[in-house]
């Protein structure tokens, strides 16, 4: 259903899909330091178990050259909220590392269905405002992660860690919603015979390398602070809560990012938004790790303005470039960000066992620098 008028109803429905998937998987963060202790797990183990939920994007492209096909969008968009709840809900009765690790691996899968066909369906009913729909679609994901610790820190406080799985329910009810509504929405594709990887392979390409260097150099910033956060604040303070609290108000600025980011690069252009982004994110993340107070608060707000600002902008440059197979085209560009990120996660948690949080931030910072040079080579 492609068209050149923004359509607000369906892109704020998708983006309400958006918030309720990624708000299970935004439990994790907060509860870790409490998994932590019930399993006995190092940083390291941590930071792989982030790692198995990102490991199914492997197979990315090949869901997005399905989802390429008409009618199958709409079934992983509707089913993939449920197949995330039920393992992520689980997590608090697990005995085990391995129990955990093959909890996380089945949600990855659902993530994976998820996030290939979603952004495109939000680019063909964004007409020429892509960046705009990107926009509100990234708002749903990094609001999700802004209430989602609360939500999680909450119910646990209230109801124990062995008792937080009924909070699956929300999800099966959204499915049921979106099953009613979502009955028009198809992914268009220009790709011969529906065999769209060779095709979103030549198209993309381009453009994957650079932006592969951008996020890889991003990854550290966005995993020191994205997994890490509640861990740094609680070994500080001794405070859940306030753990919990730091990383909300850093998905909140996440919010305020990636929806002026998208909007505005349809305005002043995609390449310049990443460099305002890209180039102010270390700072303020250097800046979190060496200010104390409400000058440490204020460079919390700033990492997450910046640091999150760059998804809509890039998930717009991917749907214009691989246009003739748009869902392997995502395909392709997830596939890199969560393997990218995956493998960073753990670099950055044994960083972390070896050297102290506070240093591995400020190694994350530096390394974040290390996107500029890419971005010059970015040609849209």
């Not at 996380?104 to 290939?116: E, Q, Y």
């Not at 861990?231 to 609290?245: D, I, K, R, Y």
């Not at 393997?339 to 910072?365: E, K, Q």
């Amino acid at each position: 259903m492609k068209t050149e008028r923004f359509q607000t109803t369906n892109v704020l429905l998708l983006s309400f899909s958006h918030f309720v998937h990624d708000i299970y998987t935004s439990f994790v963060a907060p509860l870790l330091p409490l998994i932590i202790d019930k399993v006995g797990i190092s940083l390291g183990q941590a930071g792989f178990l982030t790692t198995m939920l990102q490991l199914p994007s492997l197979f990315n492209p090949v869901i997005g050259a399905i989802a390429d096909r008409k009618g199958l969008a709409r079934w992983l968009v509707i089913l993939a909220p449920t197949l995330t709840a039920v393992p992520m809900s689980l997590m608090g009765n697990a005995g085990s590392f391995h129990a955990l690790l093959v909890l996380f691996f089945v949600a990855g899968i659902s993530v994976a269905l998820f996030h290939v066909p979603a952004p495109v369906l939000i680019a063909q009913i964004s007409g020429n405002n892509r960046g705009r729909g990107m926009s509100f679609y990234m708002a749903g994901g990094e609001s999700a992660r802004m209430m989602g610790p609360l939500i999680g820190v909450g119910f646990v406080s209230m109801f124990g860690l062995e008792n937080f799985y009924p909070v699956m329910l929300f999800a099966v009810l959204t499915s049921v919603m979106l099953y009613f509504r979502l009955d028009t929405l198809t992914i268009e594709t220009n790709a011969p015979n529906g065999s769209s990887l060779s095709s979103a392979f030549t198209t993309l390409g381009p453009v994957l390398v650079p932006l592969s260097g951008i996020l890889t150099a991003r990854a550290f910033m966005h995993s020191a602070m994205g997994v890490f956060l509640p861990v740094f604040v609680e070994q500080q303070t001794g405070n859940l809560w306030l753990a919990g609290s730091a990383l909300a108000c850093y998905e909140a600025m996440g919010v305020a990012g990636v929806l002026v980011s998208g909007t505005l690069s349809d305005r002043i252009g995609r390449k310049r938004v990443l460099f305002i982004a890209l180039a102010a994110a270390p700072f303020a993340l250097f800046g979190f790790v060496v200010t104390t107070g409400l000058l440490r608060f204020a460079m919390l707000l700033g990492a997450g303005f910046f640091i999150l600002a760059t998804t809509p902008v890039m998930l717009a440059i991917v749907q214009e470039a691989g246009k003739e197979s748009p869902a392997a085209a995502n395909g392709l560009f997830m596939m890199v960000s969560f393997v990218v990120r995956s493998v960073t996660i753990i670099a950055v948690g044994i960083i972390g066992d070896h050297t102290g949080l506070d240093t591995m931030y400020m190694i994350s910072a530096m390394a974040g620098l290390g996107a500029l040079p890419f971005l010059l080579k970015l040609k849209v």
